[in-house]
Antibody, heavy 120, light 107 residues
Framework: QVQLVESGGDLVKPGGSLRLSCGAS????????MSWIRQAPGKGLEWISY????????NYADSVRGRFTISRDSAKNSLYLQMNSLGVEDTAIYYC?????????????WGPGTLVTVSS | DIQMTQLPSTLSASVGDRVTITCRAS??????LAWYQQKPGKAPKLLIY???RLQSGVPSRFSGSGSGAEFTLTVNGLQPDDFAVYYC?????????FGQGTKVEFK
């Protein structure tokens, strides 16, 4: 069965950096677009980035562009999110989610999430 | 960005009720709309895509309709497991955006 498991969430000070990972299993990872979506405590969902199946096409939300970098390693069936210049507004649960084979449309599988807390 | 607005924000209902949630887009998104269910402490779960297509494994009491800028999610015969927060999401263009959520709670 399809499984996504995030890791790397932690408490970090403002201005700090963190790298999140998402391990995938149960499907052909290299066939699918993948995204990161976050949810601030008690708030709604915010899509922040996607990467195409090949890794060549990437897009970001304005709120993270220039600070976050998405990447993938199909040999390791893993998705990553490098987060730099973190601010308190980046405090959230970060989910990796599977998109489609032809594009990043809706998200049919999600990981359980990893909590990132930015605080001094 | 396309703004997604859900109505109501909170809905009080009883087991067996028929409930309807509305999602309005700030511009036309054709049928590029998905619905998710989220329970406390859990990741969202896909219910509906393409406005009206039921995701595999989702009970048939869930249904979606609409096109353009107005959509509805209907639950026919609310079950105890259905009390949760529901989100709509457009995938017509970037950035992908979600509604603010509708909480379905016990009356």
């Amino acid at each position: 069965q399809v499984q996504l498991v995030e890791s790397g969430g932690d408490l970090v000070k403002p201005g700090g950096s963190l790298r999140l990972s998402c391990g995938a299993s149960g499907f052909i990872f290299s066939d699918y677009y993948m995204s990161w979506i976050r949810q601030a405590p008690g708030k709604g969902l915010e899509w922040i980035s996607y990467i195409s199946s090949s890794g060549y096409v990437i897009n970001y939300a304005d709120s993270v562009r220039g600070r976050f970098t998405i990447s993938r390693d199909s040999a390791k069936n893993s998705l990553y999110l490098q987060m730099n210049s973190l601010g308190v507004e980046d405090t959230a649960i970060y989910y990796c989610a599977r998109g489609g084979v032809a594009g990043d449309y809706f998200f049919d599988y999600w990981g359980p999430g990893t909590l990132v807390t930015v605080s001094s | 960005d396309i703004q997604m607005t859900q109505l109501p924000s909170t809905l009080s209902a009883s087991v067996g009720d028929r409930v309807t949630i509305t999602c309005r887009a700030s511009e036309s998104i054709s049928s590029w709309l998905a619905w998710y269910q989220q329970k406390p402490g859990k990741a969202p779960k896909l219910l509906i895509y393409m406005a009206s297509r039921l995701q595999s494994g989702v009970p048939s009491r869930f249904s979606g309709s609409g096109s353009g800028a107005e959509f509805t999610l209907t639950v026919n015969g609310l079950q105890p497991d259905d009390f949760a927060v529901y989100y709509c999401q457009q995938y017509d263009r970037y950035p992908r955006t979600f509604g603010q959520g509708t909480k379905v709670e016990f009356k």
